[in-house]
DNA sequence: CCACGCACTAGCCAAGTGGCTAATCCATAT
DNA sequence: ATATGGATTAGCCACTTGGCTAGTGCGTGG
């Protein structure tokens, strides 16, 4: 990829050492510049806004003012400006947010010279980047603890089904063209099984856990 | 990587050609060990169940059984072997029901042979790897259009928040030290404003949307 | 044949729900 | 001071909800 657009780099770590490795790998590149450092949150927002780097490395834990606090700034002030999460934990939750908070890579501290090079231009370009574990963590959190049956019988499902859509019993007990009464007896058993008193209750827990689905 | 564990891979795909060419690149490495193809989905199902293999290379788009079946099928009775889906659709809701069928990889098939090589090992260890289209996929799915408001007031979201709870009028009431009667007037208000009719339709949506969140 | 369990139905009752109307208190705008 | 509007409260009424008790058919196994 013969791009010789030089890329404007600004880093944001609040460990000197840090930031000089990441200058150093930096300057092995002809593509890349590096315009500025910051050492905490607010101040990469505010270099960010003076030097309108075309990309942030961004450390997540840092003082005053946190990575993904410092990533939404910066997101919504200025989207041209693409940010990477560049960091050393890479538990769900700290994917979750940088990524939420507009983020578009997810590097780990631990990432070879080549990947982060790589991920730089991709997020040049409006591509995405994931580190594998950063792609195991998003993946995993969307693929939900293997569903919590509850044990409902189909019958009950179908209920519940109809029950998160907002239907009352006379409705439901039409839909199916059953008596009110057994959508009663079907109702009591959903709340027994999901251990709550009230239809809203069992409709928020199926939503929530995402027993059935709506519409 | 010294790891001279042979890697036995299976093909999942309804185009002869794509097959070979594959089968050519797997070959080109001597990690991997090309033990089975399959034409449909069915077909890979059986094949697993009866060979076995470390890692399936799973098109999305075949007649019979597609892609997501079989993934859901193999990943169910076979946990210990990893699928990558290989295909060249990358839209938000083929990645989404891929790796919510159980792959722990996507790829393009305009991946590089390097990249599906590295992908195929990381897979066998369990880890994942996203093409950068699928993980784009990912990332802005999970960015929802920012929450619509339904330009509920303070009071109401306050209110609702207990609903989502389970919390019946008699009970928000204390918990916010206001009258029965103020709570059936805010509930009310944000009936109308959800443009709903029942709480549990309400709660039901403020969870849907994230407006709020239980607990 | 009969007991047993399962799916389904009826009806009663206390409590909760949601639409309505009306009223009070209070701060700000006029 | 007067009016306008937001927040709060009361009370009425028809309807829904959920717990309970008490059934009725129907198929399976003994």
Chains 1, 2 share one sequence.
């Not at 770590?13 to 450092?37: Q, T, W, Y």
């Not at 439901?172 to 009591?188: M, P």
Request: hydrophobic share 45%; aromatic share 4%.
């Amino acid at each position: 990829m013969a791009d010789k657009t030089i890329i404007r780099v600004l880093i944001a770590d609040d460990h000197n050492v840090v930031r000089e490795g990441i200058a150093g790998f930096l300057r092995a590149f002809d593509d890349f510049s590096l315009i500025g450092e910051a050492s905490n949150g607010k101040e990469a927002v505010m270099l960010v806004a003076e030097l309108k780097p075309d990309v942030v490395l961004m450390d997540l834990v840092m003082p005053i003012m946190d990575g993904v606090a410092a990533t939404q700034a910066i997101r919504q002030a200025h989207p041209t400006t693409q940010v990477i999460i560049l960091t050393s934990f890479h538990d769900e939750d700290s994917v979750q947010k940088g990524l939420q908070a507009g983020a578009i890579g997810y590097l780990l501290k631990n990432a070879s010279i080549h990947d982060m090079a790589n991920a730089i231009r991709a997020a040049h370009q409006g591509k995405a980047t994931l580190a594998p574990e950063a792609a195991q963590a998003l993946i995993s959190a969307r693929i939900r603890p293997p569903a919590p049956n509850f044990n409902l019988k189909d019958r009950e499902i179908e209920v519940l089904t109809l029950m998160v859509k907002g239907m009352n019993n006379p409705d439901i007990a039409e839909h199916l063209s059953l008596s009110r009464s057994t959508i009663k007896f079907y109702v009591s058993s959903i709340l027994s099984k999901l251990n709550v008193e009230t239809r809203t209750e069992a409709v928020a827990i199926a939503i929530d856990q995402g027993l059935v689905s709506r519409e």
